[in-house]
């Protein structure tokens, strides 16, 4: 028999794409199964995801109740623009047209034969026009921006579908805050929402937290464990700083999205699971694929949907709704009482943040407000209460080695001077004192490696500089 040829319609492939610039439309394509059609027993079934398993299991996705039917007798396998059905080696096989098939693309429209059982297949592709929200608020998420409201539109049309996602933009653009709005306006709200960072987890340790290990499987391997995606079973794993996945863990992440089945370290028995996937990256995915860091197969496989959160510097008119968001949200703006400190802010502070480019993006934004909480002497946010790199006073231009006896920030008093200080000034300049040991002493842990450093500070790599910078420390003094 010869293979049947994929449809050809003039859709975009069976994915939901979202493209940098300006997105038009969402394509969202869902397969229709019709269980017994005509029949009295007939059930319709809709599905977004890449695999579809059908058998007598109660694992499976469409589970039959057919004594002819193996117990994991095929799957409906979603790949580009086309679906193809394989048949599992069940006992009584897999029947297109009455002849019996091993592996074949489906048509629209096509009655499959399952055993004793008929399945008609049909294909849906939905074309949704993206418009700006007309809301400014999406979860935790904030922006009255035209991207962000576009982007909470996308996420209003996804978020209910169990499509992959990759959420891509710098450091700090909030793209776990995403996720958690993804899982949280999904089907899946009630179920585990587990986090999982590919740059803070040892190379040799990856696999056996993502999947578990058995007893003994290696050397302190004392009991079995199951990985995060089983602890992650009917809910959603973040799998943030992904483009820091290892070339060789690559292909076992695939098996899974691929199979959704996983292996635990030591064992070869597969572990169905129901996770939905969602990642993050600041690096360019194409880019890393280019250069070969990256598996194109993967990269495609994930990116049925891809966002790209802009930059805070891209939509700074955000940044009042963020500053609001922030005094509202976080407990440093919290008195005795429970009332809120800050209640407003001085209109020269807000230019100022506005002004500055943000290099950390809406993290280092949220650092600045909860440092500027500690310093207000009153009820409204005041320039002054801003670090001197945001209020417009710049530090010092420093090209190398440390201050000099007589600059800045050296002049630090002991705490036996501090009582003669105004409370404001000795809080600032302890806190001064504070950061320029911290950082010195993680450089000189980390033998002056400035990335290794700031990912232990769990800070930015460019504020880590900044504050290098601003208390004139420098790398190769102290590594």
């Known amino acids: 028999m010869a293979p049947y040829e994929p449809y050809s319609d003039q859709s975009q492939p069976t994915k939901i ?23 009295e027993q007939e059930q319709e079934l809709f599905f977004d995801q890449n695999v579809i398993k059908i058998g007598a299991l109660e694992d499976n996705d469409i589970v039959l109740d057919d004594e002819t039917v193996s117990r994991n007798h095929c799957r409906i396998v979603q790949e580009d623009d086309h679906y193809i059905v394989v048949d599992q080696n069940s006992t009584n096989g ?33 074309e949704v026009a993206v418009e700006p929200s007309r809301t ?24 209910p579908t169990a499509a992959t996602v990759v959420i891509e933009g710098e450091t700090g653009t909030g793209k776990e805050v995403v996720a958690q709005t993804i899982h949280q306006m999904s089907p899946r709200k009630d179920k585990p929402f587990i986090v999982f960072d590919c740059g803070a987890v040892p190379e040799s340790l990856i696999e056996s937290e993502l999947f578990g290990h058995e007893k003994g499987s290696f050397t302190g391997a004392i009991m079995t464990r199951k990985g995060l995606f089983e602890m992650a079973q009917g809910g959603t794993i973040f799998l943030d700083e992904l483009g820091e996945l290892s070339i060789d863990l690559q292909p076992k992440l695939l098996r899974v999205l691929e199979q959704r089945e996983v292996r635990r370290v030591g064992s070869n028995k597969p572990i169905p699971i129901n996770v ?45 709704l963020l500053v609001e968001h922030f005094l509202n949200v976080l407990d440093c703006n919290l008195d005795f009482d429970g009332e809120r400190r800050l209640t407003s802010v001085q209109p020269e502070a807000l230019a100022a943040l506005m002004a500055y480019e ?17 310093f207000a002497e009153t009820d409204m946010l005041q320039l002054a209460d801003l670090p001197d790199y945001i209020a417009g006073q710049r530090p010092r231009q420093i090209d190398s080695g440390p201050l000099g006896e007589g600059d800045q920030w ?19 300049q302890w806190i001064s004192s504070f950061e320029r040991d911290y950082i010195t002493e993680l450089l000189t842990r980390h033998g002056g490696n400035i990335s290794q450093a700031a990912r232990e500070a769990d800070i930015d790599r460019k504020y880590f500089r900044k504050l290098m910078t601003k208390y004139g420390i420098a790398a190769d003094e102290v590594g």
């Open 17 to 39: 794409a979202y493209l940098n610039g300006a997105p038009k439309t969402v394509h969202i394509r869902r397969a229709q199964l019709i269980v017994n059609p005509g029949s």
């Open 94 to 126: 897999t029947h297109i047209n009455g002849v019996r098939i091993r592996e074949a693309f489906l048509s629209p429209n096509v009655i499959l034969c399952v055993g004793n059982t008929n399945i008609r297949f049909r294909p849906i592709d939905e």
């Open 136 to 159: 400014e608020r999406l979860g935790n998420i904030v922006g009255r921006s035209v991207k962000m409201r576009e982007i909470f539109d996308i996420l209003s049309k996804i978020a």
């Open 276 to 320: 939905r996937v969602v990642a993050a990256t600041n690096r360019s995915l194409e880019d890393e694929v280019r250069e070969g860091r990256f598996r194109e197969d993967l990269f495609y496989r994930l990116s049925v949907v891809r966002l790209f959160l802009p930059a805070l510097r891209e939509r700074s008119v955000d940044i009042p």
């Open 358 to 374: 943000w290099p950390g993006n809406v993290r280092e934004l949220a650092n600045a407000i909860e440092r500027a909480c500690s």
């Open 410 to 428: 050296t002049q630090i008093p002991a705490k036996s001077e501090l009582k003669d200080q105004p409370f404001k000034e000795a809080k600032e």
